[in-house]
């Protein structure tokens, strides 16, 4: 594609998210005239760029767009027909700009119908309002095609001397100057696939820097121990400064969602509140690309099975607008995003009705699982208690797929449920998927790393104490302190020959989700950043791995995923196993407590 198209369609598409958010937060902020001028100005320079480059059909709809919008500089009140009208004409530049970049011309086709709803929408709203902004009323006339600096450059020396060239609008930090009349910030694009092999290179610095510190370690008084160290200092920062080119906040993900809260809002008659926090909050663009998908699954499921009708509000006490929310954060190495709304909850009994029909469990053991274990069965797949199937929601194709995701990136979702009061999903997932910390361990003479984001403690598995290995009927489990935890040994689950099951050992306690469950291994070394290899797809189906890596001493290891593990465990069983031991615990409370009674009446306990 040629350079000044490609950067047109580049530029276009960035401008065109940014118009999408702010028409929703000027549908509800009408009088906000910064707002207003921002998107104008943004159209505008669209409308400008394409007279320039000739292409008829993205100018013709700018131009009507802008028309309308100009009626609201105007004065005249905003609509939601007109809001509507125009974030479709958005959607169809976005469709032209598609074709354009595979293409490089605008496809066939008209664009009357557009065009025709908009002027006439802008022929019949009256301006009864003064001006938001009439100090520009004079700039915005008659003003002249607007182009980047760099598509200036790139035109040829024949172009018209008509055009001016005009800087792309820039954020207030790229404006501030030194005290040399310098800018304080510049940026320039660079290539994502560049930045691929940048991050591709230094992962493969990072595994020679692991060799060289092994070597260093089996010769303690080698001559090159000092200039290993810097050299590993070096690598380092190298390695954080390349993650820092990847990272983008998790705005970026939530760019559309207002968009699509405020069309959920129309098409299903609810009034919806959406809330956004730490939307600068960074992580790595590969994760966010993934991460974007299951977001927006989760709001649309807050919207439709969430939030109930404003009259089914009222009558439950509610606001009749409904709130759905937002956050993220930085927690450790990784990020927690939360998505919560203040709607109906989780219908529990109709949960476990479906799951008993479908024959996932059976009423008995059903009957013994609380609520929370209930939840989870929202994940399995082809699940749905939708009632009947719209377009938003009810074909079971919906929290497996965002959970297999999650696990994909190595992630964990959480789910809690009140019954008329909200539903709130905390997703885990790792800053980045390139490099991470893991726990070198091994399992029947072979070496596995384990993600450390899962980790939550090592203990020594000891005959007695505080740490001990104990049997609930056939199920192995961990005494630690005052909780039993689920156990189980790697060896058996990855089936290789680790000899007789010993009550002595380590044991790697993990967490995924509200889960905790026990890995006992039969050494455990030490920490080390690994380069996640992907797995080779004759291994791809088998759950209990995310990947390989090279250690230090060239060996291959395989990746353990703890998600895979949970399951391997089996989501019935741990179910079953937990109610057991919580029904062990209450027994030797209550005898605790009748033992106390007897004391305090002098008896023996």
Same mark, same amino acid.
């Given at each position: 594609?040629?350079?000044?198209?490609?950067?047109?369609?580049?530029?276009?598409?960035?401008?065109?998210?940014?118009?999408?958010?702010?028409?929703?937060?000027?549908?509800?902020?009408?009088?906000?005239?910064?707002?207003?001028?921002?998107?104008?100005?943004?159209?505008?320079?669209?409308?400008?760029?394409?007279?320039?480059?000739?292409?008829?059909?993205?100018?013709?709809?700018?131009?009507?767009?802008?028309?309308?919008?100009?009626?609201?500089?105007?004065?005249?009140?905003?609509?939601?027909?007109?809001?509507?009208?125009? &974030?479709?004409? $958005?959607? %169809?530049?976005? +469709?032209?700009? =598609?074709?354009? /970049?595979?293409? @490089? #011309?605008?496809?066939?086709?008209?664009?009357?119908?557009?065009?025709?709803?908009?002027?006439?929408?802008?022929?019949?709203?009256?301006?009864?309002?003064?001006?938001?902004?009439?100090?520009?009323?004079?700039?915005?006339?008659?003003?002249?095609?607007?182009?980047?600096?760099?598509?200036?450059?790139?035109?040829?020396?024949?172009?018209?001397?008509?055009?001016?060239?005009?800087?792309?609008?820039?954020?207030?930090?790229?404006?501030?100057?030194?005290?040399?009349?310098?800018?304080?910030?510049?940026?320039?694009?660079?290539?994502?696939?560049?930045?691929?092999?940048?991050?591709?290179?230094?992962?493969?610095?990072?595994?020679?820097?692991?060799? &060289?510190?092994? $070597?260093? %370690?089996?010769? +303690?008084?080698? =001559?090159?121990? /000092?200039?290993? @160290? #810097?050299?590993?200092?070096?690598?380092?920062?190298?390695?954080?400064?390349?993650?820092?080119?990847r990272m983008q906040p998790i705005g970026n993900a939530w760019?559309?969602?207002?968009?699509?809260?405020?069309?959920?809002?129309?098409?299903?008659?609810?009034?919806?509140?959406?809330?956004?926090?730490?939307?600068?909050?960074?992580?790595?663009?590969?994760?966010?690309?993934?991460?974007?998908?299951?977001?927006?699954?989760?709001?649309?499921?807050?919207?439709?099975?969430?939030?109930?009708?404003?009259?089914?509000?009222?009558?439950?006490?509610?606001?009749?607008?409904?709130?759905?929310?937002?956050?993220?954060?930085?927690?450790?190495?990784?990020?927690?995003?939360?998505?919560?709304?203040?709607?109906?909850?989780?219908?529990?009994?109709?949960?476990?009705?479906?799951?008993?029909?479908?024959?996932?469990?059976?009423q008995g053991d059903a009957d013994k699982l609380s609520e929370?274990?209930?939840?989870?069965?929202?994940?399995?797949?082809?699940?749905?208690?939708?009632?009947?199937?719209?377009?938003?929601?009810?074909?079971?194709?919906?929290?497996?797929?965002?959970?297999?995701?999650?696990?994909?990136?190595?992630?964990?979702?959480?789910?809690?449920?009140?019954?008329?009061?909200?539903?709130?999903?905390?997703?885990?997932?790792?800053?980045?998927?390139?490099?991470?910390?893991?726990?070198?361990?091994?399992?029947?003479?072979?070496?596995?790393?384990?993600?450390?984001?899962?980790?939550?403690?090592?203990?020594?598995?000891?005959?007695?104490?505080?740490?001990?290995?104990?049997?609930?009927?056939?199920?192995?489990?961990?005494?630690?302190?005052?909780?039993?935890?689920?156990?189980?040994?790697?060896?058996?689950?990855?089936?290789?020959?680790?000899?007789?099951?010993?009550?002595?050992?380590?044991?790697?306690?993990?967490?995924?989700?509200?889960?905790?469950?026990?890995?006992?291994?039969?050494?455990?070394?030490?920490?080390?950043?690994?380069?996640?290899?992907?797995?080779?797809?004759?291994?791809?189906?088998?759950?209990?791995?995310?990947?390989?890596?090279?250690?230090?001493?060239?060996?291959?290891?395989?990746?353990?995923?703890?998600?895979?593990?949970?399951?391997?465990?089996?989501?019935?069983?741990?179910?079953?196993?937990?109610?057991?031991?919580?029904?062990?615990?209450?027994?030797?409370?209550?005898?605790?407590?009748?033992?106390?009674?007897?004391?305090?009446?002098?008896?023996?306990?």
């Open positions: 594609m040629d350079d000044l198209l490609r950067e047109f369609v580049t530029e276009t598409n960035e401008s065109l998210d940014v118009v999408d958010l702010e028409l929703v937060r000027f549908e509800r902020e009408p009088n906000n005239s910064k707002i207003l001028d921002n998107v104008f100005r943004l159209v505008h320079t669209i409308k400008g760029t394409c007279g320039f480059l000739g292409l008829p059909r993205l100018e013709a709809l700018a131009h009507a767009a802008e028309a309308l919008m100009g009626k609201f500089r105007d004065g005249a009140p905003v609509t939601g027909e007109a809001v509507t009208l125009i &974030l479709s004409t $958005i959607d %169809r530049i976005k +469709e032209i700009l =598609e074709a354009l /970049a595979t293409e @490089q #011309r605008e496809p066939d086709g008209a664009d009357d119908d557009l065009i025709a709803a908009l002027e006439r929408v802008a022929a019949s709203v009256v301006s009864d309002a003064p001006a938001l902004v009439p100090e520009e009323a004079a700039e915005v006339a008659a003003p002249p095609p607007q182009v980047t600096v760099a598509e200036v450059a790139a035109a040829p020396e024949s172009a018209p001397p008509a055009v001016k060239p005009v800087e792309a609008p820039v954020s207030d930090a790229a404006e501030a100057q030194d005290g040399n009349g310098k800018n304080g910030h510049q940026s320039i694009r660079v290539s994502v696939d560049m930045l691929e092999q940048l991050m591709t290179m230094v992962s493969e610095l990072v595994l020679t820097r692991n060799q &060289l510190l092994e $070597i260093v %370690r089996r010769h +303690e008084d080698s =001559e090159f121990k /000092a200039p290993l @160290q #810097r050299l590993s200092n070096v690598t380092g920062e190298l390695q954080e400064g390349v993650m820092k080119t760019q559309k969602l207002p968009r699509i809260v405020r069309d959920l809002s129309n098409e299903l008659g609810k009034k919806i509140n959406l809330e956004m926090q730490g939307a600068e909050t960074e992580l790595d663009r590969q994760v966010l690309d993934l991460i974007k998908d299951p977001l927006t699954h989760m709001v649309r499921n807050s919207a439709d099975h969430g939030l109930e009708t404003p009259a089914e509000r009222r009558a439950a006490g509610k606001p009749e607008q409904g709130l759905v929310r937002l956050a993220a954060y930085h927690e450790g190495g990784h990020i927690i995003i939360q998505i919560s709304d203040d709607g109906r909850g989780l219908d529990s009994a109709a949960i476990k009705a479906k799951a008993v029909a479908r024959g996932m469990i059976s929370a274990q209930i939840h989870k069965f929202i994940f399995s797949p082809g699940f749905s208690t939708a009632a009947q199937v719209t377009s938003v929601s009810g074909r079971g194709v919906g929290m497996d797929v965002v959970r297999a995701n999650i696990d994909q990136i190595g992630g964990a979702i959480d789910v809690k449920s009140v019954a008329g009061v909200g539903l709130s999903f905390t997703v885990k997932i790792p800053l980045t998927l390139a490099i991470v910390a893991a726990l070198i361990v091994e399992a029947g003479g072979d070496h596995f790393a384990i993600p450390q984001m899962a980790v939550v403690e090592l203990v020594r598995a000891r005959s007695s104490g505080d740490h001990r290995v104990e049997r609930i009927r056939d199920t192995t489990v961990l005494r630690l302190r005052d909780k039993l935890v689920p156990l189980a040994r790697l060896t058996e689950m990855l089936g290789i020959d680790g000899g007789e099951a010993p009550e002595t050992g380590y044991i790697v306690v993990t967490q995924v989700g509200s889960q905790t469950f026990g890995v006992m291994v039969d050494a455990v070394f030490h920490t080390e950043e690994i380069v996640v290899k992907p797995m080779s797809s004759k291994l791809r189906h088998i759950p209990m791995f995310s990947g390989n890596t090279i250690l230090g001493d060239g060996s291959v290891i395989m990746i353990i995923d703890p998600n895979g593990v949970a399951q391997a465990l089996g989501s019935t069983v741990s179910a079953q196993l937990a109610v057991e031991i919580d029904e062990l615990l209450g027994d030797r409370l209550a005898f605790r407590r009748i033992g106390l009674q007897q004391v305090r009446r002098g008896a023996p306990a």
